[in-house]
């Protein structure tokens, strides 16, 4: 029966129902859209990092991180690569020799990372191809083929085919140069890729440097959405000794991000859910008002305070009930639009690189975020309601009576 007589309240004032339901659906859009554009600079920003350079997990000699000494290697690196490829949920793992140096061209030079990588594997792991806006991968060029990036070529004044020099200290503490010819350009969100790292064949680097088939470094890129640490775990069981780190443990400001983020959606769903409950008091103190005879008249024939503060309550949550599911409907579409065609942002696109963000936002949302909206929406829907009530409960019946 309350339920029922509520229900009928709700759409005896349509205009002023209208309004409520209406700032829910405001409420609700607005609280996804901020949620997805929020989630698109954070996950995507993180995705690039994560695929394109460090991977789920590396793996180095202890003492290779200190100071990147090029005679501290990963025992056996290459066969422990090809064993992990085998193991489940790893989708990839590529090795690498890396060593800190300089890049010459006829006008500049420049620090840089080079890399030296099983071009394969790598390909599997961090899709460095798909990364090109110049050039090939690897081909066209027989001797010595190197990759920049678009930060760093236009540092050096260079462009494909031209001529640059290696520069760095070998094994035995010499100064050691190779010369290489840019066979590709790549363009990243990581200001690494574009600013520092120079790739090269890993047989050209080991031949340079007289290492043979030494690698100081293991990439293991691990499927979608699955526990780094379990991984990590399995390896440390099978091989003792080398220093097994996740990408938090690589990129800690990456996890400091997705913390920033998720305390950032928190403070935005406050200010969006205080703002609707203001709103939702303003309103239903309104209905309370205008109702002040037939509330009154309702308690005078026998209805309890406890069923006038029901009925108020529940008037409250059929409004959030029926909101709450257009707003939802509303930013779903909204989000899953702009997830596909993206916002272009190429107007601020040299700042965003600054920060390594790419020019193109792709909002994002998990699914679990739907489910705690509408709760919040329900629950900011109650208390909104509690002070309209408890006014309604605290009216005189014969006062009420004779209001005009």
């Known amino acids: 029966m309350l339920l029922k007589l509520s229900w009928k309240n709700v759409w005896r004032s349509k205009a002023r129902s209208f309004v409520v339901i209406g700032s829910i659906i405001l409420g609700v859009w607005a609280l996804l859209i901020g949620t997805g554009f929020m989630n698109g600079f954070g996950v ?25 000494d090029i005679n501290y290697f990963v025992s056996n690196g290459t066969e422990k690569a090809a064993k992990v490829r085998t193991w489940p949920h790893v989708k990839a793992t590529t090795t690498r020799i890396i060593i800190n140096g300089m890049i010459s061209s006829p006008k500049k030079g420049a620090a840089v990372q080079i890399r030296g990588i099983d071009i394969a594997n790598e390909q599997k792991v961090t899709q460095l191809d798909s990364l090109l806006i110049e050039g090939s991968y690897f081909k066209g060029l027989k001797r010595h083929p190197i990759i920049i990036g678009s930060k760093l070529a236009k540092t050096l004044h260079v462009k494909l085919r031209s001529k640059v020099v290696l520069t760095f200290t070998n094994d035995e503490g ?50 979608p959405h699955v526990n780094e640490a ?43 859910m ?14 309370v008002l205008e109702r002040y005879r037939e509330l009154g008249m309702l308690m005078a024939v026998g209805m309890g305070k406890a069923n006038v503060y029901a009925m108020i309550l529940i008037e409250t949550i059929y409004l959030g009930l029926v909101g709450a599911p ?43 975020v739907y489910l705690i909206v509408t709760f919040s929406v329900v629950v900011t829907a109650i208390i909104g309601a509690l002070y309209p009530a408890w006014k309604a409960v605290k009216l005189n019946p014969v006062e009420a009576l004779h209001k005009i």
Not at 274 to 287: H, K, P, S
């Open 44 to 68: 995507s920003y993180m995705a690039d990092v994560i695929n394109h350079d460090v991977s789920n997990i590396q793996v180095h000699n202890k003492e290779f991180k200190k100071d990147f």
């Open 174 to 223: 010499l100064i050691t140069a190779g010369a290489f010819r840019i066979v590709g350009i790549v363009k990243s969100s990581s200001v690494k890729i574009n600013e520092l790292y120079a790739f090269v064949k890993q047989k050209d680097l080991a031949k340079i440097t007289s290492i043979g088939h030494q690698v100081h470094e293991l990439a293991i890129l691990l499927e």
């Open 230 to 272: 379990a991984t990590v775990a399995k390896y440390n069981q099978t091989y003792k000794g080398d220093m097994v780190e996740t990408w938090k443990e690589i990129a800690p400001e990456l996890a400091l991000m997705q913390q920033m983020y998720n305390q950032m959606l928190y403070i935005l769903m406050l200010i969006i």
């Open 274 to 287: 205080t703002a609707l409950v203001f709103g939702i008091v303003n309103t239903m103190l309104m209905a």
């Open 326 to 368: 257009l707003g939802l409907l509303a930013g779903w579409l909204t989000l899953s639009y702009y997830s596909k065609v993206g916002v272009d942002l190429t107007e601020y696109s040299e700042g965003l690189e600054s920060f390594g963000y790419s020019s193109i936002l792709y909002p994002y949302l998990e699914n679990n």
